[in-house]
């Protein structure tokens, strides 16, 4: 079997070494300067000509940047010789899917093709928003689930009274689906809608169990303003519940997100290292090991 080189991407030097331990792999030295406009100047150092490389870039915010830098670096070994393979652990603009309000473009189509275009022979993510979105890709791309890690971790430091989770909305039925099985506590799913235009979100309380002296766990891929958790917590605290937490695959939690899922009630928030922060706890380190430990 091919060995593995890695070069960690400027948005996941810590994530790129885990990995590359696990795997036993070199890691590449990628030396990056960015400019005060903005530009990013990055350097690869190292022997890279046939040999199999393993870029790790996530795209968090600030999104462009790290999407270009990723482009840059992919472009770069793939134009030295190397057989690139990016984990993208959060895929920034995977949201954007389709065309949800007329002339909108699907801005992970246009990542789809630029990726190609730099030489990147598989990419793999992390519980992508929508696996639609997966079909975009022109070459193989796959998208890891992270939720039994969080259930794991979940079952492991926490001492909860008859547990229930739910989901923000139907898009996450079967992120809480795994979850909930992991766990072995029942589920349920709020019904959620955003106005298109306005970014408005609603939540309605249909169908919510008996939830008097319960403890409730919000699941959801991404927080990003954690509008949709705190919509959902006020409805549900209309039920009484013991204690709410919430878990995430992604915590991008902008614009003071984490204080206001404080503000409403959410006793703890977690995510994974997938974008790095003080409630990363969750290393998917594992996953990205497995996988790549086992491609021919």
């Not at 350097?43 to 393993?54: C, D, I, P």
């Not at 472009?75 to 949800?100: I, N, T």
Request: glycine share 8%; hydrophobic share 40%.
């Amino acid at each position: 079997m091919m060995e593995w080189l890695v070069a960690p991407g400027p948005a996941s030097v810590e994530l790129a070494n885990t990995v590359g331990k696990k795997l036993d792999a070199k890691l590449l030295d990628v030396e990056v300067r960015v400019f005060p406009d903005g530009e990013s100047v990055i350097n690869v150092v190292g022997e890279v000509t046939n040999k199999r490389v393993l870029l790790l870039q996530s795209l968090y915010p600030p999104v462009d940047t790290h999407l270009i830098q990723a482009l840059m670096l992919s472009h770069r070994l793939s134009q030295d010789g190397a057989e690139v393979y990016v984990a993208m652990p959060y895929l920034g603009y995977a949201r954007q899917d389709k065309e949800f309000v007329q002339g909108e473009i699907v801005s992970v189509g246009v990542i789809a093709r630029l990726l190609r275009a730099v030489g990147v022979k598989r990419l793999v993510t992390v519980d992508i928003h929508s696996i639609e979105g997966l079909g975009h890709f022109s070459f193989p791309t796959f998208s890891l689930s992270a939720f039994p890690l969080l259930a794991e971790y979940v079952k492991k430091n926490y001492r909860l009274e008859r547990a229930v989770a739910a989901s923000p909305d139907l898009g996450g039925s079967a992120r809480i689906e795994a979850f909930a099985r992991v766990l072995g506590i029942e589920h349920f799913v709020l019904k959620k809608s955003r106005d298109r235009k306005t970014g408005d979100v609603t939540v309605e309380g249909e169908s919510i169990p008996e939830l008097d002296g319960k403890d409730v766990i919000f699941v959801d891929d991404i927080i990003s303003t954690g509008t949709s958790i705190c919509r959902g917590a006020e409805v549900l605290k209309k039920s009484n519940p013991r204690s709410l937490y919430a878990v995430c695959t992604h915590p991008l939690l902008v614009d003071g997100a984490l204080d206001r899922l404080y503000e409403v009630g959410i006793k703890e928030v977690i995510g994974t290292n997938t974008i790095p922060g003080p409630i990363s706890k969750i290393d998917v380190a594992p996953l990205y090991s497995e996988y790549f430990s086992s491609v021919d």
